[in-house]
């Protein structure tokens, strides 16, 4: 895509004048990168012992270990003011968990790490914060405006050093330092404290390529300080250090803020977020007041363009939905804390951002895969699997104090860690609620058919910010389905992004989700060379939305394939029937002409699947003694296909499972009917029945 292209793409949709400032903020950008090059060149942007006294609010007489060491304002959260409570109270509670921090703390001192679905061991004495542990590859270390995302050697995934410069291990070391007080903990974080500052200058390798990981990595320097500052390792020379460290990372991010006036996503509001928690929590910087009303500001701006009326992420994947709303939570706990005021409607619109993940996660506290994943979190309490967001609705049962938060299946150490014992007594004194009932986030698209420990979501949203389509997938209608104890019908996840540019752009293709494709073609557009840009074609219109204690009953239609020849509506059906525990899928076709229709439907891991009389298939789970059949009901001219598939739960992540495709050729109007209900594993003839069943309560 050449440069005018880009800029074409930047201002469509745009006023003439915003079209004309989002211009001059491209040209900044790069004006901008190529200054600091040459300023580099000129000027060492190294922070001195001078710099640093200069940057700083406090007579040149201070002392400065003892008055960082001692002074109680500005306040963290509770839990970590009152660590030794803390944790006595996680280890009277959880045991297990406070083992399992030591051991990845051990681990951490051995400069093995655990992330993006495998673990990267460094085997020297220190760590080479540039390398790519997957290929054996070092990232260079030079200017950062001179390095880009991508290199020529196939398969590097920059999100490797990126992940592990992050530096939210920093708390795990913390948390096993103040368990066990013993020093080698706060020995490690110091000695990797020193390697990073020695081995990333300010602007200097890949690790300064990206503001939002400039500024996660701040949070995690902001936070470790309030876990090691009590260590008699915490010397003048590791204070000195990590003052320098945020001194540099706040100027970097205030310079290099990932704005646009078109679009803003979760990387402006990281940076934000990173400004945020410098200028709270390190005042004595003379910029920090600044850099703390400016981003306090700017976060309640973006909260109101980019959290929907329904309290979903407009970015349209569930798993950037928990990190968007990791980012307002943890500035805006802060907040409070320090008597900061935020009006009323952004704490309730934050309350509809958990009201939102209390709805789309399923019964075993799981989330769904829809769009992508890549594990990010703010801060990492606890060691969790990517899709296991349960750990956010105790926060919000304590901070909010209301019980419909709490169910049986959340995990509550991560609350204990910000809230304290206070906090931990709070959530306990809370009745424990039923599992939530089917709900709608239209904004979103989102629609939830449940009834206990039966569940889909169906996504009928568009791809989110603005048309941009950064990390959704082409997945209008596809659904997952859990069913009494586990996942049977999946979304894929998204794998990689980067690094393996082909199965990034399968992940996201039609084929891989529980939807229909049309004479081949994309519901919406896919560039292979544009890895985070989807097409806009797919206009979704929703026909009607019922639900009572019998069913529910979704009925939409979409207009992505009206670009074909012949264009085709693409309707879809989805009933719920709550007394028979089945699920009815109802497609139709309104157009004219011959077409290809292919029907996919994608299955969870771990499951056997079974072709029996030619079309139907049957789901097996062996472990739990659990079957589903997928029937279709409408069988001429169909033919059925067992396909290879594979699901990602995580970032990095791929495991192989399967799928079937239903082909028909045919021409339009079409259609076509697929029962999904639960069977005996040895006789199928309950089927038979229940879609006698069916047709007996259709017609009353």
């Avoid at 005018?4 to 900044?28: H, V």
């Avoid at 979103?444 to 997938?473: F, P, T, V, W």
């Avoid at 891991?605 to 472990?623: F, R, Y």
């Avoid at 001429?636 to 399967?658: C, N, P």
Wanted: glycine share 4%; charged share 25%; proline share 3%.
């Amino acid at each position: 895509m050449d440069i005018f292209e880009k800029f074409r793409r930047k201002i469509n949709g745009l006023s003439n004048e915003e079209a004309s400032k989002e211009i001059l903020l491209a040209l900044k950008s790069r004006f901008n990168a190529q200054y600091h090059y040459t300023k580099n060149l000129l000027i060492n942007p190294e922070i001195t012992d001078a710099k640093l006294w200069q940057a700083l609010n406090l007579p040149k007489e201070t002392n400065l270990l003892n008055y960082f060491q001692t002074r109680s304002e500005p306040k963290i959260y509770s839990g970590l003011r009152k660590l030794k409570e803390t944790c006595q109270v996680f280890e009277d509670n959880f045991p297990e968990s406070k083992e399992a921090i030591i051991s990845q703390a051990n681990n951490i001192c051995e400069h093995k790490f655990f992330f993006l679905g495998k673990q990267h061991v460094y085997n020297n004495q220190e760590i080479d914060w540039h390398y790519d542990t997957n290929l054996n590859f070092h990232w260079p270390k030079i200017h950062y405006s001179k390095i880009s995302t991508t290199t020529d050697t196939p398969g590097t995934d920059i999100k490797i050093p990126w992940e592990l410069a992050r530096l939210q291990h920093f708390i795990t070391l913390g948390q096993a330092y103040h368990f066990t007080q013993d020093e080698k903990y706060a020995v490690e974080f110091r000695n990797q404290l020193f390697s990073f500052f020695n081995s990333n200058p300010p602007e200097v390798g890949v690790n300064w390529l990206c503001a939002m990981e400039v500024a996660l990595r701040a949070i995690s320097l902001s936070l470790s300080f309030y876990f090691f500052r009590s260590s008699k390792s915490f010397d003048l020379e590791t204070l000195m250090t990590l003052l320098k460290l945020l001194l540099s990372h706040g100027n970097f991010i205030e310079e290099n803020l990932e704005f646009s006036y078109r679009i803003t996503s979760n990387h402006y509001l990281s940076d934000l977020v990173g400004l945020f928690f410098i200028g709270l929590l390190f005042p004595e910087f003379k910029k920090s007041k600044g850099w703390l009303d400016f981003a306090l500001t700017e976060i309640l701006k973006e909260m109101d363009k980019q959290v929907y009326a329904d309290g979903a992420d407009w970015e349209a994947s569930i798993s950037y939905h928990a990190l968007v709303l990791e980012l307002f939570f943890y500035p805006f706990l802060l907040a409070k804390e320090n008597n900061l005021n935020i009006e009323n409607h952004y704490w309730q619109k934050l309350e509809k951002m958990f009201d939102f993940v209390n709805a789309y996660l399923k019964p075993d506290g799981k989330a769904p895969l829809i769009g992508d994943c890549d594990n990010g979190r703010v801060v990492i309490w606890q060691e969790r699997s990517a899709n296991n967001h349960a750990y956010l609705l105790p926060i919000a049962s304590t901070l909010f104090e209301q019980e419909r938060f709490k169910i049986s299946y959340q995990a509550v150490e991560e609350s204990l860690w910000i809230f304290g014992r206070l906090g931990y007594d709070t959530f306990e004194s809370l009745p424990i609620t039923d599992p939530p009932t089917s709900s709608t986030f239209p904004n979103a698209g989102i629609y939830l058919q449940r009834d206990k420990d039966l569940y889909m979501i169906i996504d009928c949203g568009e791809i989110g910010i603005n048309g941009q389509g950064s990390h959704a997938h082409n997945d209008v209608f596809s659904f997952e389905l859990f069913y009494r104890d586990r996942t049977f019908f999946v979304d894929p996840g998204s794998y990689v992004y980067t690094s393996d540019p082909k199965a990034r752009n399968l992940f996201r293709s039609t084929a891989f989700h529980n939807t229909v494709m049309i004479d081949n073609v994309e519901i919406n557009e896919i560039n292979p060379e544009q890895l985070f840009t989807l097409g806009n074609q797919a206009k979704v219109k929703i026909n009607n939305w019922v639900s009572n204690s019998d069913y529910d009953l979704l009925d939409a239609q979409h207009d992505g394939y009206l670009r074909l020849t012949n264009g085709i509506i693409h309707q879809r059906q989805i009933r719920f029937n709550k007394i028979l525990a089945c699920w009815l899928i109802t497609d139709l076709f309104q157009g004219e002409g011959q077409h290809l229709f292919s029907f996919f439907f994608n299955f969870d891991e771990h499951l056997a699947l079974e072709l029996v009389d030619k079309n139907k298939v049957i789901i097996v789970d062996e472990e739990n003694n659990l079957s589903l059949a997928l029937v279709p009901l409408d069988t001429t001219g169909l033919s059925a296909e067992i396909v290879e598939r594979y699901v990602s739960k995580g970032y990095g992540e791929r495991a192989k499972s399967w799928g079937i495709v239903y082909n028909l050729k045919a021409v339009a109007p079409q259609k076509r009917r697929f029962l999904i209900a639960p069977c005996g594993l040895e006789d199928l003839s309950s089927i038979d029945t229940l879609i006698e069943q069916l047709a007996d309560l259709e017609n009353s």
